[in-house]
């Protein structure tokens, strides 16, 4: 009966370590995911803050008068007083 307890008290501590085992692997695996997608975050923040530094710099050009000139020359077309606009033909092949 000591040998059977013995063989049962050896059984179980196998069985705890193999459990203690598989859970520190696991967690090593699960750690170098979480390190992975920390990375990955950290490299859309920063182009996200990159972004956001380029919007504020062209939000603050867009209340320039300079600015506002460009734009309504070259999408709306218009002209100061006095000035002519000259467009060349252009001849598309088909």
Request: glycine share 2%; net charge positive; proline share 1%.
């Amino acid at each position: 009966m000591a040998k059977r307890k013995i063989k049962i008290r050896h059984l179980l501590c196998l069985l705890f370590l193999i459990y203690v085992l598989s859970t520190f692997i696991y967690q090593q695996f699960r750690i170098m995911d979480l390190t992975k997608q920390e990375a990955e975050l950290n490299a859309k923040k920063k182009a996200a803050i990159e972004q956001r530094e380029e919007l504020k710099k062209e939000i603050s050009l867009l209340h320039t008068d300079e600015y506002i000139e460009v734009i309504a020359r070259d999408e709306l077309g218009l002209v100061k007083p006095g000035e002519y606009i000259i467009k060349s033909a252009r001849s598309f092949k088909e």
